[in-house]
């Protein structure tokens, strides 16, 4: 499975201002995503990051205020735009990579980065 | 919108007690798997099941899934205080839609195992 490191790991920012988080993976894959969570509750996708192709991002969440970067197949980043304490989650980057099993049957298996808890005050 | 209905949300037992958590939908998944997750970090895929009335063990976990692919559970026999954590279902779509790809999660459950 593929490796990835998120950073930063956590931060504290001021509201009205950016953070860009950055997911860098050991190996090339196609699909890439961005989750945020509350803690101790389930994660809800933000955005579809494919390597070729414009970010396609799920009901609630906008380009203006997340964009995203996929320069290449082993990168990405989101930038959490003109911050209010609302914002304040852990957001998660997570890899798709398909595996193939027995029978030539397969599924995509999934890794996560360690998550970037933000704070916004 | 597919959902994944993840039942309990909290649980919280003694070590030594079996314990089964489920996800249902009205949906069918290509594939589910479960992960765990601990407080910083992110999931950690448990398993992956594909076929319908699979079943897979991994130590003192048991991951079925449904005949029709639309339900799947989690049950652990004789818990230790090291099982604690967040656990989460997640299906995906097969092939063909705007949703291949896509992992949908359930809403999780906290487990909590008392020594």
């Known amino acids: 499975s593929a490796v990835i490191s998120q950073k930063p790991s956590r931060d504290i920012c001021q509201r009205g201002t950016s953070l860009t988080i950055q997911c860098q993976v050991d190996s090339q894959v196609t699909m890439m995503f961005w989750y945020r969570q509350q803690p101790g509750q389930s994660l809800t996708l933000i955005a579809t990051a494919n390597q070729g192709s414009e970010a396609t991002y799920e009901s609630g969440f906008v380009i203006d205020k997340f964009p995203i970067s996929r320069p290449n197949l082993t990168f990405s980043t989101l930038t959490v735009s003109n911050m209010s304490p609302e914002d304040s989650s852990i957001y998660l980057c997570s890899v798709a990579k398909y595996v193939f099993r027995d029978r030539g049957r397969g599924s995509y298996g999934y890794t996560f980065g360690s998550g970037t808890r933000l704070t916004v005050v | 919108t597919q959902l994944l209905e993840q039942s309990p949300q909290f649980l919280s037992i003694q070590e030594g007690e079996n314990l089964t958590v489920y996800c249902n939908s009205s949906s069918v998944f290509s594939s589910l798997q479960w992960y765990r997750q601990e407080p910083g970090e992110g999931p950690v895929l448990l398993v992956t099941?594909?076929?319908?009335?699979e079943v897979k063990k991994l130590k003192r976990l048991t991951f079925q899934f449904g005949d029709a692919r639309k339900d799947s559970s989690l049950h652990i026999t004789a818990a230790q205080p090291g099982d604690t954590g967040l656990y989460l279902c997640a299906g995906a779509r097969g092939a063909g839609g705007t949703s291949y790809g896509k992992l949908t999660f359930g809403q999780g459950t906290i487990l909590t195992v008392h020594p």
């Open positions: 099941v594909v076929t319908g009335g």
